[in-house]
């Protein structure tokens, strides 16, 4: 495998379909399914798949070979912080059994592979970082150029900020957070400002309830079923919506989002929430300064693609795609699931069972954004997230960064099978979908 070319993280529109939304000035898409370094945004647990797979996942490999990464978290896996300290547990697995002054190898750059690198030269090791990209960061993938301030394409939240302290160290590098209570506007297709129904929130409790008395794990989509709690009236009310639409509307807005995988993929044993509603904290300063600032020093070897990792008693070899290879004492592999999932690294020995079964088991979500620059907001309302209810929007949930940051940008999010549908699109047609997501929030013209 060869590194990819490198995409322009921002466009500007070009010929676009015609939208009563105004064109934004610039434009920034991610397509992480596509990419052949990510195959995916984060992991989630699939049916079948247990927090157990994820422990499996993250067992060294007769002491030479270590893993990290958010699916090997324990705890918030599919977040920053869980990758972040996966990385850091790694680490300290390769100091238990290595001699001092031993070389050590971490294959990706990404948070979870430079926490690792960082604690290990700090504790005196020999160590390089593989990339396969031409910059740190992985999934965190933080943008300027065309934007008055950076934009995340990854990860643009710090949950849970009560229990954990990314928050303060971001802080303290100088990047600007800012409070996210997730409570939306939510519209109607038509534009209409409804009030957040409880109905769907309260199926998917109840089924996750009786899923829970279960004798073996099921789907949410089954366990809605089964539990009878998808078994919601279809009739219209006057706003034109349904028990049945706000059901939809958890799915679409919720569930999808927080996982990037549809009802039907999820484990309704393990359903995690990563959102909070009162602690999160979104990043507008730039979430790579983290790792820059653990990357300081490090030996950094980017655009070098690993596709074979070989090991016996006396070490580590790497394959690089250029058909170098590297020597080393221990290796941590950092790459995301779904690369191991497409096999795209190879193992010498295989992997023993418990790592290829937990491969196989956990699930890679997959969620992407797009960031709109508009010259001036076309909408009228001061929420800071925007939701959907009534249809199968593409975009279902939308951020406004207006009131954060006083800039007409917004960042929408697509998830599950909507953004693998819309991964085959060129940047137009992507374009396209987004801005008619958006209609529900043009602002009404005055009547006089």
Avoid at 169 to 184: N, S, Y
Avoid at 375 to 384: C, H, K, N, V
Wanted: no cysteine; charged share 20%; net charge negative.
């Amino acid at each position: 495998m060869t590194p990819p070319p490198v995409p322009t993280p921002s466009v500007l529109p070009s010929t676009l379909t015609p939208s009563l939304v105004p064109q934004p000035l610039a434009v920034s898409r991610t397509n992480w399914l596509a990419d052949p370094l990510s195959r995916g945004s984060f992991s989630y647990a699939a049916v079948g798949a247990t927090p157990e797979h994820r422990a499996a996942l993250g067992q060294a490999v007769d002491a030479r070979v270590f893993f990290a990464g958010e699916a090997t978290a324990a705890d918030e896996p599919g977040t920053v912080q869980g990758a972040r300290t996966s990385g850091l547990l790694a680490a300290s697995q390769v100091q238990d059994v290595a001699a001092s002054g031993e070389r050590i190898t971490v294959v990706g750059a990404g948070i979870a592979g430079i926490s690792a690198a960082r604690q290990l030269v700090d504790a005196g090791f020999s160590v390089v970082v593989i990339e396969a990209r031409d910059r740190i960061g992985g999934r965190i993938d933080t943008v300027s150029g065309d934007w008055p301030f950076p934009i995340e394409r990854g990860p643009s939240f710090v949950h849970r900020t009560s229990d954990n302290f990314l928050d303060d160290e971001l802080t303290a590098l100088g990047v600007a957070l800012l409070p996210f209570v997730r409570i939306p506007e939510v519209r109607t297709r038509a534009g209409a400002v409804v009030e957040v129904s409880p109905l769907g929130a309260q199926a998917i409790a109840g089924a996750l309830d009786w899923a829970a008395d279960q004798q073996q794990d099921v789907s949410i989509e089954r366990a809605l079923v089964d539990s009878g709690e998808a078994s919601l009236s279809k009739t219209p009310n006057a706003e034109g919506l349904s028990d049945a639409d706000w059901l939809e509307y958890e799915i679409a807005t919720k569930l999808k989002v927080e996982t990037g995988a549809t009802p039907s993929q999820q484990s309704a044993w393990y359903a995690t929430d990563i959102a909070s509603a009162d602690d999160d904290q979104i990043v507008v300063g730039g979430f790579s300064t983290l790792l820059t600032a653990d990357a300081e020093g490090l030996e950094l070897l980017l655009s070098s693609v690993v596709n074979r990792v070989a090991h016996d008693d006396r070490g580590v070899s790497l394959r690089l795609g250029t058909g170098e290879s590297l020597s080393a004492d221990r290796v941590i592999v950092t790459v995301p699931l779904g690369v191991l999932k497409n096999a795209a690294m190879e193992f010498s020995p295989a992997l023993p069972f418990s790592h290829r079964g937990a491969i196989a088991a956990l699930g890679m979500g997959v969620v992407d954004k797009v960031w709109l620059r508009f010259d001036e907001p076309f909408w009228d309302t001061a929420a800071r997230l925007w939701t959907i209810v009534g249809e199968d929007a593409d975009f279902p949930v939308w951020v406004n960064m207006m009131p954060l940051t006083g800039e007409p940008i917004l960042m929408g999010m697509i998830a599950a099978e909507n953004a693998t549908r819309l991964s085959e699109l060129d940047d137009d047609e992507f374009l396209s979908a987004a801005l008619a997501s958006l209609e529900p929030f043009l602002a009404v013209p005055d009547a006089g």
